[in-house]
């Protein structure tokens, strides 16, 4: 079973969802795509879901609070992420992208070994369904515009300044 609930956040209400095992959902975008999101892992996790709270999503609202006001860097909350073998792969190598610091899609595929890969990183990126954990949003154009945020790219913006202020990174790596 999916258990969901609404958390609020500095940003705007993030849309939640856990099962025993992990966290699955954290969405922002639009309710179609929250619905999308949780049709689909519904389907891969063959299970339905219901409204309330457990430790995961208790356990991802304190950390979700900690980030927001600049006190969490890395989040430890367990994920239930269903998905391809390469999506993983790409979720896993998100997470080791340091707060504050981002990197392009060219080179993050190349750092997954697959040089050229610059579109499968955006499609696994787009498939992201735990937003902010698995920060997806640290990934940008090599010319540092901003491209293809399911919470839409002034959020996708408003995290990248919000780390920014927090670790005093620059737009492509290390401390200023």
Known sequence: MITLTTIETSLCPMHAGATDRGVCLLEMGSPERKSR????????LECGSVEGTNAHLD?????????????LTEFTVALD????????????????????????????????GNP?????????????????????HRVIASDGTL????????RKRWLLDHERAH???SLFGAAR
Request: aromatic letters at 10%.
């Open 37 to 44: 999101e949780i049709g689909e892992l519904e389907s891969h």
């Open 59 to 71: 356990q991802l609202a304190h950390e979700l609070g900690l980030y927001f006001k600049g006190e």
């Open 81 to 112: 992420t269903p998905g391809s073998e390469w999506q993983r792969s790409v979720w896993d190598a998100l997470c080791t992208i340091p707060f504050g610091e981002t990197t392009s899609y060219g080179e993050f595929a190349k750092r997954l």
């Open 116 to 136: 050229g890969g610059a579109r499968a990183v955006g499609l696994a990126n787009g498939s992201n369904r735990v937003s902010i954990v698995v920060p997806c």
């Open 147 to 154: 491209h293809g945020y399911g919470g839409g790219l002034e």
């Open 167 to 169: 670790s005093g990174a």
